[in-house]
C-alpha cells in the first residue's frame, strides 16, 4: 500500500509515472512532475540522509523464500559510497563475512572495484549507452538455497560487518538472480566456479545489466547480437564470466531481465574492440535489442584478498 507522500515507494511510483509521461506536453508535464517530486522528498526522507538500508529485512526474505528452493541462488550487490572510507569499509565487509559466508557453503564469486575509463569517441557513447559508473563497488555471492540467505544475514557477525558499512553507503541496489541460461538449456556456469584468478593489474570487467524491449528480446539479443560479438570478444583473449537471471530486487529501483559478467585483458582492449570497424558491424543488433544497456567497468579486487589480509 503506498498512498502516503512520506512513503519512499509513493515516491518512486511518482517519478516512474513522471517518466512514463515523457513526450506528452513534456515542459509542462516536465516542470509539474520536477514540482511534484521536489515536494515529495522534502517529506520522504530521501536525500543525504536518504541512503537505503543494505539490511534485507523480514519481508525480503519472505519474498525471497517464495520461490522453489531447486538451485543455487546469487545476490548482487552494487554500492555507492559518500565518504573515501567507504572501500576501505567494504573490504573490511569482505574480510569479516567470507569466513561465514562460506561456513554455510557460500562463496563470494566476484567483488569488484570501479575501474573507470573513458572511450574518447561521441559515436560510442551514443550507441553504446555509456555513462560515468555510479556504483564503487560490485559483490556477487552465491547461496546454496534462499534459506541460507536469511542464516547468513542473521549471523550476528554479518549485522556487525553490514553496520559498519552502513555508514558510508550513499546508494545500493540489490538483486536475487538464479542461473538460468539461454532457453533454460543450461545452468551457468556461476553455480561451480569460484572468484576468478586472473590478475587484477589490468584485466577489466564489464557489467552488463540489460532490459530488453519487447519479449522474447533476449532471443533476438543471444542469436543477432551475442553470437557474433562473442567471438570478437574471445579473439581478443576476453570471455564471458557467467551470465544470470535476475529474479527479484530486493534494494533499489531499476529493473534489469539479463546480467552479464565479461572479462577483458585491460580497458585499451575493450576501448579498441568498441571501436573497431568488425565490432560497429554488429553493435546495432544490440541497441536494437535492449532498452537498457549499462555497461560498468570494475577491477578483480577479490584477487587482492589472501588469507584474510588485503594486499599493501
Known amino acids: 500500500m503506498i498512498d502516503t507522500p512520506g512513503d519512499p515507494d509513493y515516491v518512486r511510483l511518482v517519478i516512474r509515472r513522471a517518466k512514463s509521461m515523457k513526450g506528452k506536453s513534456s515542459v509542462l508535464l516536465g516542470g509539474v512532475a520536477i514540482f511534484v517530486i521536489s515536494i515529495l522528498l522534502s517529506h520522504s526522507g530521501f536525500g543525504e540522509e536518504g541512503a537505503p538500508d543494505i539490511s534485507l529485512e523480514a519481508s525480503q526474505f519472505a519474498l525471497l523464500e517464495s520461490i522453489p528452493d531447486e538451485h543455487p541462488v546469487f ?4 554500492l555507492q559510497f559518500d565518504r573515501e572510507e567507504g572501500i576501505a569499509s567494504c573490504r573490511d565487509f569482505v574480510d569479516l563475512t567470507v569466513p561465514h559466508l562460506r561456513q554455510l557453503g557460500g562463496e563470494l564469486i566476484f567483488y569488484g572495484e570501479a575501474q573507470r575509463f573513458d572511450i574518447e569517441d561521441q559515436g560510442a557513447h551514443e550507441i ?18 534462499r534459506r541460507d540467505v536469511r542464516a547468513f544475514c542473521e549471523k550476528e557477525e554479518y549485522q556487525a560487518a553490514v553496520d559498519s558499512l552502513q555508514a558510508s553507503v550513499k546508494d545500493a541496489v540489490v538483486y536475487a538472480l538464479n542461473g538460468t541460461g539461454y532457453k533454460n538449456i543450461r545452468r551457468s556456469s556461476a553455480e561451480t566456479f569460484g572468484p576468478p584468478d586472473f590478475p587484477a593489474e589490468d584485466t577489466l570487467y564489464m557489467l552488463n545489466l ?3 524491449k ?7 539479443y543471444v542469436e543477432n547480437y551475442g553470437k557474433k560479438a562473442m567471438p570478437l570478444i574471445r579473439k581478443r583473449g576476453g570471455d564471458i564470466l557467467f551470465g544470470l537471471h ?18 577483458y585483458p585491460s580497458s585499451d582492449v575493450f576501448a579498441e574492440m568498441m571501436l573497431s570497424d568488425e565490432y560497429q558491424a554488429v553493435a546495432h543488433f544490440r541497441e536494437e535489442a535492449i532498452d537498457i544497456g549499462h555497461l560498468y567497468g570494475f577491477s578483480n579486487a577479490f584477487e587482492e584478498l589472501k588469507l584474510g589480509e588485503w594486499k599493501e
Open 128 to 145: 553504446f549507452g555509456f555513462r560515468p559508473n555510479p556504483w564503487d563497488a560490485l559483490l556477487v555471492t552465491r547461496f546454496p538455497s
Open 210 to 212: 540489460l532490459h530488453f
Open 246 to 263: 535476475p529474479e527479484q530486487l530486493l534494494i533499489g529501483e531499476e529493473e534489469y531481465e539479463r546480467v552479464i559478467l565479461v572479462r
Open 75 to 78: 545476490v548482487m550487490t552494487l
Open 214 to 220: 519487447h519479449e522474447g528480446g533476449h532471443e533476438d
